[in-house]
């Protein structure tokens, strides 16, 4: 049994806590638990047989009081005391920026424990570089996505003979201000196109809804992220030499995406070799093309990720 410590205590806390240990459905409400995510007929979020919960920090001790109710687990007084009844540790982050992950995950990377950082990885190229040299450093790993990566739409659209695809283009909320505000929507991009992005270039200057980027690719294939100005609610339009097709992904949605990562994380400690389900230049060149984004805004240039990366 794989003992994952729990950081926060935030929606996303919840959610990817009730796929590594059952919960009281009653206490799970209490805490701001989404059921309506996380239980339904076709495919509901059923706890993995190899992992609990055990143990939860918050800056907030009521709302760790009130996870543990949820999931029977033990509340500690200091953040690193979860190393000493830990396996692993989940930073659960819904949507704050990441600038203080490194500072969080290091300490537990150094005692061994690997950490799946919830999205983003850091709140800026730099940190994230820091915080992968600090796993590479210690030997423990640390894997970092958004559940878009893992959703039912790019499952389904990669079965499609759709041909050469080259173009896809990716519809959501947020904007490019931010890494962690525009990284569902850019990941929604991503799980279906992968890495190996060469440069983003902000192609409408707009703020919010109508906001665009282009990446291209460096085999010559194009990816667009554009914000609607609807939160929660993702699309995906993929062009091909023989066809083109579209899925989005409703809410409801997001628990196929949760499990997906949840089991990656775990798949992950079960490894032998404890090789991330995303190479670690795969998580960095989500940050920079994120960031590349954001700069091409500020400066109205395309953003080689090279010029970042160095």
């Not at 030997?139 to 659209?157: D, N, R, W």
């Not at 200057?205 to 609807?230: K, S």
């Not at 490894?271 to 389900?277: G, H, I, L, M, V």
């Amino acid at each position: 049994m794989i003992r994952i410590g729990m950081i926060n205590t935030c929606i996303h806390a919840y959610l990817y806590g009730s796929c590594f240990g059952p919960y009281d459905r009653y206490q799970f409400l209490l805490g701001g638990g989404q059921l309506d995510i996380v239980e339904s007929a076709s495919v509901p979020v059923i706890p993995f047989k190899d992992t609990c919960i055990s143990g939860v920090w918050d800056p907030d001790p009521n709302r760790a009081r009130q996870f543990a109710k949820a999931f029977g687990c033990q509340v500690v007084d200091r953040m690193l005391d979860l190393a000493d009844i830990s396996d692993a540790i989940f930073l659960a982050n819904t949507s704050g920026p990441g600038d203080d992950h490194v500072d969080i995950a290091v300490p537990f990377l150094e005692r061994g424990l690997p950490m799946n950082v919830d999205k983003p990885l850091a709140g800026s190229l730099d940190q994230a570089k820091q915080l992968v040299a600090a796993a590479q450093r210690t030997g423990t790993p640390v894997y970092s996505s958004s559940l878009l990566q893992y959703v039912k739409a790019t499952e389904e659209l990669q079965r499609l003979a759709l041909g050469d695809v080259r173009l896809a283009i990716a519809t959501g909320g947020g904007s490019v201000d931010r890494i962690v505000s525009g990284i569902h929507t850019f990941t929604t991009l991503n799980g279906f196109m992968g890495p190996g992005i060469e440069s983003a270039c902000l192609v409408n200057a707009a703020t919010g809804p109508g906001e665009m980027v282009r990446f291209l690719y460096t085999d010559g294939r194009v990816g667009i992220i554009q914000m609607n100005g609807v939160p929660g609610e993702f699309r995906l339009d993929v062009y091909g030499t023989k066809g083109i097709a579209w899925r989005q992904t409703p809410v409801p949605e997001y628990r196929y995406g949760a499990i997906g990562m949840a089991r990656a994380f775990v798949n992950m400690l079960a490894d032998p070799k404890r090789q991330p389900a995303l190479s670690y230049a795969h998580m960095l060149e989500i940050v920079a093309a994120l960031e590349a984004a954001r700069i091409s805004k500020q400066q109205g240039r395309p953003v080689p990720l090279a010029e970042l990366m160095a």
